[in-house]
């Protein structure tokens, strides 16, 4: 069993940064690849970006593609999304998850994390 916990969301003005971090305890990450995805009121959830187990392989939603950068820390069993140039339409809550694959689909990641705000104001 892998739990995951959000941490690093907030309100943030357009064209600004946050770094949001997913720290996960129970079981180590070292085997899973991470993603990251994010779900806005009224919308799907939607992947963002993914990371394979080993870190030598990311993965990204063209929205995030130059302005987002996933990262892990095995030994720290952690996984970072640094997001920067921020715009309205990135407010959303953001999840992490893991799982075997490093895809954009869902259905690839059998642990969730419970979500961080992330507010982008105009």
């Known amino acids: 069993q892998v739990q995951l916990v959000e941490s690093g969301g907030g309100l943030v003005q357009a064209g600004g940064s946050l770094r949001l971090s997913c720290a996960a305890s129970?079981?180590?990450?070292?085997?899973?690849?991470m993603g990251w995805f994010r779900q806005a009121p009224g919308k799907e959830r939607e992947f963002v970006a993914a990371?394979?187990?080993?870190?030598?392989?990311?993965s990204y939603a063209d929205s995030a593609k130059g302005r987002f950068t996933i990262s892990r820390d095995n030994a720290k069993n952690t996984v970072d999304l640094q997001m920067n140039s921020l715009k309205p339409e990135d407010t959303a809550v953001y999840y992490c998850?893991?799982?075997?694959?490093?895809?954009?689909?869902?259905?690839?990641?059998?642990?969730w994390g419970q979500g961080t705000q992330v507010t982008v104001s105009s």
């Open positions: 998850a893991a799982g075997l694959s490093g895809t954009a689909l869902r259905s690839a990641y059998n642990y």
């Open positions: 129970g079981r180590t990450l070292s085997s899973r690849a």
């Open positions: 990371i394979t187990w080993s870190g030598g392989g990311t």
